[in-house]
């Protein structure tokens, strides 16, 4: 499934600072579809290039990171249950930076 990822706020940092990744992400082993928990994962694995605390918690992103799809807050639309189309846009902003 293709997609583009926008890293901001300094997540981009995380991803040897490109802030534009246009990926292309397999469904998981017997899913029809593909999740915001499955894509995390995936964007841990094959993104994130150092201090992943810095962007996920647990299984979800840490407080302070502003997730969109398409321009839509994912709270809007089911956080980590969010099903993900091809060629959507995902972006991830961190809210949290020094002054």
Known sequence: MQLTLEFGGGLELLCDSQKIHKVNVDLPNGEDDLTMKHLLTWVRTN???????????????????????????????????????????????STLHGG
């Open 47 to 93: 993104l994130i290039k150092e201090r992943p605390e810095m962007f996920i918690k647990g299984d979800t992103v840490r407080p302070g990171v502003l997730v969109l799809v398409n321009d839509c807050d994912w709270e809007l639309s089911g956080q980590l249950e969010t099903t993900i189309q091809e060629k959507d846009v995902i972006v991830f902003i």
